[in-house]
């Protein structure tokens, strides 16, 4: 509250020393003003209605089938005998020798879960046998790749293993080739890319038709001398003084309040990341 009675002495200072009718003021309101309209202008071209038609959408799709694929996964289950990064010869050897006798009790016939219960370090697969989401190819490595995705027997449990993570065994359970998502399932997906692309078409063909009524034309030697005035404590505007706008074109002034912010890329939003597989060190 007393900054806002603060605000409005110093306003009411101002006026009385006529301040509002300086030359620098008007130049910066004026740049403030065409910030404003510019934003309104854009906030009108984004809210413009882009129809996509039925044929455009499958026409992407056909042309596009490459960026709809599901990738090849593997279901498995783990055990793993966890080493750590900086482990010692002997640690490794050890960790090894636990591995080992765990291969050693599942060729004999032992349960797999118990084993896995009793000799896993992977606590977020154990709770489950050892059962992992399905992994795609280079989730896990190399080293898991050549293993998993050579397996082809359900049941089938490989040989131990080594990878970044430790001593690994794994139980193949079914293997889930790449392919193309169904076109109803990406339907909708297409359908915002398409309009998002016609949104940024008709900016680029917006702007250039108002630089060609335009002439614009850059003087690099104003632009090399204008300054930015940074006050104390990081205070914009003349003389570090707060609250006042800092100086430059209709670029840096304020957006307008409900101005919509810049178009998302063609291509749509990114993937979500995957959720981890197991626990990791």
């Given at each position: 509250l007393d900054?806002?009675?603060?605000?409005?002495?110093?306003?009411?200072?101002?006026?009385?020393?006529?301040?509002?009718?300086?030359?620098?003021?008007?130049?910066?309101?004026?740049?403030?003003?065409?910030?404003?309209?510019?934003?309104?202008?854009?906030?009108?071209?984004?809210?413009?209605?882009?129809?996509?038609?039925?044929?455009?959408?499958?026409?992407?799709?056909?042309?596009?089938k490459d960026k709809f694929m599901t990738p090849e996964t593997v279901k498995v289950k783990l055990l793993l005998v966890r080493v750590k990064r900086n482990a010692t010869p002997e640690e490794e050897k050890q960790a090894k020798a636990k591995a080992d006798q765990a291969a050693k009790e599942l060729k004999s016939g032992g349960n797999w879960d118990k084993i896995v219960d009793k000799y896993s370090d992977d606590r977020a697969s154990k709770k489950k046998g050892g059962l992992l989401p399905k992994v795609r190819k280079g989730l896990r490595g190399e080293e898991f790749d050549a293993v998993a995705f050579a397996m082809t027997k359900p049941g089938q449990i490989s040989d131990v293993f080594r990878d970044k993570r430790g001593f690994n065994i794994i139980q193949f359970e079914e293997k889930e080739?790449?392919?193309?998502?169904?076109?109803?399932?990406?339907?909708?997906?297409?359908?915002?890319?398409l309009k998002q692309e016609k949104l940024k078409e008709k900016m680029d063909s917006t702007m250039a038709g108002l630089r060609s009524k335009a002439n614009v034309k850059i003087n690099e030697n104003v632009l090399d001398s204008i300054q930015v005035d940074v006050g104390p404590e990081g205070a914009e505007g003349a003389?570090?003084?707060?609250?006042?706008?800092?100086?430059?074109?209709?670029?840096?002034?304020?957006?307008?309040?409900?101005?919509?912010?810049?178009?998302?890329?063609?291509?749509?939003?990114?993937?979500?990341a995957p959720a981890p597989e197991s626990e990791e060190e």
């Open positions: 900054k806002l009675v603060e605000e409005d002495l110093f306003y009411q200072e101002a006026l009385r020393r006529g301040l509002d009718k300086d030359a620098e003021f008007t130049k910066r309101i004026e740049q403030i003003r065409q910030g404003i309209l510019a934003s309104m202008v854009k906030k009108e071209l984004y809210e413009q209605e882009f129809s996509v038609t039925e044929n455009e959408v499958k026409d992407y799709y056909e042309k596009n080739d790449a392919k193309v998502k169904d076109f109803e399932e990406v339907k909708s997906t297409i359908d915002r890319r003389g570090g003084m707060p609250g006042l706008p800092q100086m430059g074109g209709p670029q840096g002034a304020p957006a307008a309040p409900g101005a919509m912010p810049p178009a998302p890329p063609a291509g749509g939003a990114p993937a979500p």
